[in-house]
């Protein structure tokens, strides 16, 4: 019986083959970047994909590429409120409180707009710090 529901399914081949047993940090870091870019070479439009690549690009200091990732995230899933709350991070740490705000102020209205009342309490807290 077809549902009309869509399944994507990622081959094993997305995850770099020493990923599961990495010898250095930093090697784990490029395969997980390396299978997350492989997922989305497969499949654009993976919301959670593109925001894992974000948030590892982010937490290796690559603040231009982490932004573009959770910019792109947001044009393809404006709905998807913990990619603004991210970015919003990502753009205080880098000292562009203005962006900071403004990725704020879009973040609480996904929030408002999907009842993610946990999300909308962590954003607003953010922006009055940010706004002090």
Same mark, same amino acid.
């Given at each position: 019986?077809?549902?009309?529901?869509?399944?994507?399914?990622?081959?094993?081949?997305?995850?770099?083959?020493?990923?599961?047993?990495?010898?250095?940090?930093?090697?784990?870091?490029?395969?997980?970047?390396?299978?997350?870019?492989?997922?989305?070479?497969?499949?654009?439009?993976?919301?959670? $994909?593109?925001?894992?690549? $974000?948030?590892?690009?982010?937490?290796?200091?690559?603040?231009?590429? $982490?932004?573009?990732?959770?910019?792109?995230?947001?044009?393809?899933?404006?709905?998807?409120? $913990?990619?603004?709350?991210?970015?919003?991070?990502?753009?205080?740490?880098?000292?562009?409180?203005?962006?900071?705000?403004?990725?704020?102020?879009?973040?609480?209205?996904?929030?408002?707009?999907?009842?993610?009342?946990?999300?909308?309490?962590?954003?607003?807290?953010?922006?009055?710090?940010?706004?002090?």
């Amino acid at each position: 019986m077809a549902t009309g529901l869509a399944i994507s399914i990622v081959s094993v081949s997305a995850i770099a083959a020493n990923y599961a047993n990495p010898t250095h940090r930093d090697v784990r870091k490029m395969d997980k970047i390396a299978g997350l870019t492989e997922i989305l070479a497969m499949d654009p439009k993976n919301s959670f $994909a593109r925001y894992g690549l $974000a948030m590892e690009l982010a937490g290796g200091g690559e603040t231009e590429g $982490a932004l573009q990732e959770f910019d792109t995230l947001l044009e393809n899933d404006p709905g998807y409120t $913990a990619g603004y709350f991210m970015a919003a991070q990502t753009l205080a740490s880098a000292g562009r409180t203005p962006e900071a705000i403004q990725r704020l102020k879009s973040g609480i209205e996904s929030a408002k707009n999907s009842g993610n009342h946990h999300a909308l309490s962590e954003m607003q807290a953010m922006l009055e710090e940010l706004e002090r």
